[in-house]
């Protein structure tokens, strides 16, 4: 309920509002992506940084993660949350001029959440925050087979033949029954008749005495 009512809360408010600004007051990203946060401060103009300190937190269902930790220009990595070990990553050059630029790699879905930096200058104090929202990644859709050629495959040349089917197979198999059954019927008819025409000859023509 806390954590809701601090989503309400305008995000560019801060303690001091000439000290600190944010770039962007959400990000969105995807998971496995990166993101880099941003804000602004003012600084001196002589280059030296051991005036800032800097300390960042990311707030999810109001427990505290320390995500970046800046004394007198020198990063206190051993405050880092090890949540954010190795994933989070600033630009020391644009520090000097006044700019704090967050690097985060490997986003995670559970990195969602509110962002608070409180700077510390010879100006004075100020905080801002920003809301990251990291969405799960979209798994691509598997590939489906081209159903359109009549199951052809599109990567062969020529006319490849369909696959005979079972039914056929049968269907082959009973017709070549029946033409072999009707062959041999009509092999035995035929050797029966000449073996019967063999056994009983014909009587011998009777002759006809000519007349003298």
């Known amino acids: 309920m806390i954590y809701s009512i601090l989503l309400l809360i305008p995000l560019t408010s801060c303690v001091s509002g ?10 969105q990203a995807e998971e496995n992506h ?3 946060l941003e804000w602004t401060f003012k600084t001196r103009t002589d280059g030296s940084i051991k005036s ?5 937190e990311m707030l999810n269902d109001l427990t505290p993660f320390i995500l970046f930790h800046l004394h007198e220009g020198v990063e206190v990595s051993e405050s880092q949350n090890k949540r954010f070990a190795g994933r989070v990553q600033f630009d ?3 520090l000097r001029e006044g700019r704090l630029r967050l690097h985060m790699s490997r986003l995670r879905t559970d990195d969602s959440g509110l962002y608070v930096c409180d700077v510390l200058t010879v100006y004075g104090e ?12 979209v798994q691509p859709k598997p590939e489906t087979p ?8 599109p ?10 089917s079972p039914g056929l197979i049968v269907l082959y198999c009973a017709v070549g029954l029946v033409v072999v059954m009707v062959v041999g019927t009509l092999l035995g008819v035929c050797y029966y008749l000449r073996r019967k025409h063999s056994m009983n000859p014909p009587p011998p023509e009777e002759q006809v005495p000519m007349n003298p």
């Not at 100020?126 to 990644?137: D, I, M, P, Q, Y």
């Not at 081209?146 to 495959?153: A, M, Y």
């Open 18 to 27: 000439s000290v600190v600004n944010v770039t962007q007051s959400s990000y």
């Open 34 to 36: 990166n993101v880099t």
């Open 52 to 56: 800032i300190n800097i300390y960042c």
């Open 92 to 94: 020391k050059d644009v």
């Open 126 to 137: 100020g905080s801002r925050k920003c809301l990251l929202n990291v969405t799960e990644r």
């Open 146 to 153: 081209n159903t359109t050629s009549g199951g052809k495959d």
């Open 155 to 164: 990567s062969t040349t020529g006319s490849p033949s369909q696959p005979v």
